[in-house]
């Protein structure tokens, strides 16, 4: 068993709606936030930055931590225990992404199987994602709000 370190950014805009991304690896469908694993030698601050320029083409500011996972988590994947960290961000320059409004709508995207949605916060539900930590995250959202 090894340890699996994600980050993920929670990206606000003016009419309170969080962006969402949805993938497919190998076959499955997932909803998550935008972010992913950290890489040998980063930072974590540096690596939500990497994850926003590859998956968004958009450089943001990492503005405040959020939450970090303080219960286990198995990945979905592999045998690996996950450790999620997220941070409210904005970014830097205009989102550079094509934002869908259909759930898995991977048309006009390139190779790789990803698109986003931006959901209102005041409805936006735990089910709404497919991970555990981040359904946990939304519910942590929704008593701030």
Known sequence: ??????VYGLLINEHNQILLADEEIKGHQFTKFPGGGLEFGEGL???L???FIEECYTEV???EHFYTTDFFVKSAFNDSQII???YKVKPLTELNIAVKTSLFDFSNTTDELLAFRWKSLDELQPEDVTFPIDQYVIELLKKQA
Do not use: G
Request: charged share 40%; proline share 0%; hydrophobic share 40%.
């Open 1 to 6: 068993m090894y340890f699996n370190v994600r």
């Open 45 to 47: 601050k540096d690596a």
């Open 49 to 51: 930055k990497r994850e």
């Open 61 to 63: 500011e990492v503005l």
């Open 84 to 86: 999620s960290i997220y």
